[in-house]
């Protein structure tokens, strides 16, 4: 079956603008996670949901970060005003009820110019 | 805090032969570990995974073993073929509430023909 789906696939936007990054689970999967990867690094979590339970926000960096899903399944990822250090890949992931394994997708690859 | 950690950011193995990635991790209270693999461009692919109450699983020409004495885990790929060359990464997900991966920051493999 289809996997999680991200778009766009690239971003590429001056220091300031606002970006909005998507991401579409796995059919069936009620948890959602977004992860943010900088160059040669591992994966740092941002947000995870599950449900309709409040999201775990813990992992957001800053206040210009926030997160929605609507209807239990996309998800959009917001950054306001964005930096230059706000480049990396953001990468979705889903599961079942928040149970492992996570499954990814491809991942945006955002630069901020 | 937690964190999670590779021995070697890279490592070169002759086609055929057997590989073996290495983790530590510090959390004594994590109960699950997951390898994934990383392409160029792509997400991460989950490879497999164990709970705190085994010490071995094996998979399709892969086994992870893990020592909760020494909080270490590795990966032991068999037969190492081209395919294999990628960056692979240990995370851990602790007991509790939280649902979210901690990883280490990868070893990229690369597969000498």
């Known amino acids: 079956g289809a996997g999680v789906s991200q778009s766009p696939s690239n971003k590429v936007t001056e220091k300031g603008k606002d970006v909005e990054l998507r991401c579409d689970p796995i059919s069936g999967h009620t948890a959602l996670y977004w992860y943010r990867q900088s160059l040669g690094q591992g994966l740092e979590f941002l947000i995870y949901f599950q449900g309709n339970s409040a999201p775990d926000k813990s992992g957001l960096p800053s206040d210009r970060f926030s997160a929605e899903r609507t209807g239990g399944s996309v998800s959009t990822l917001t950054i306001q005003r964005t930096q230059q250090e706000d480049s990396a890949v953001y990468l979705c992931?889903?599961?079942?009820?928040?149970?492992?394994?996570?499954?990814f997708g491809d991942g945006t690859r955002l630069s901020i110019l | 805090g937690e964190s999670v950690g590779l021995h070697l950011p890279t490592l070169s193995v002759q086609e055929g032969d057997n590989s073996i990635i290495n983790c530590a991790y510090s959390?004594?209270?994590?109960?699950?570990f997951i390898w994934y693999k990383q392409e160029s461009g792509k997400g991460p692919q989950f490879i497999i995974d164990i709970r705190s109450n085994m010490d071995k699983r094996q998979g399709q020409r892969v086994t992870v073993l893990l020592n909760k004495t020494v909080k270490h885990l590795s990966l032991q790929i068999a037969a190492t073929q081209p395919g294999d060359s990628a960056v692979y990464f240990c995370?851990?997900?602790?007991?509790?509430?939280?649902?979210?991966?901690?990883f280490g920051s990868g070893t990229q493999l690369t597969v000498l023909p």
């Open positions: 995370a851990d997900g602790a007991s509790g509430s939280a649902r979210q991966l901690t």
């Open positions: 959390n004594s209270a994590s109960d699950y």
């Open positions: 992931a889903s599961s079942i009820r928040g149970e492992q394994p996570q499954h």
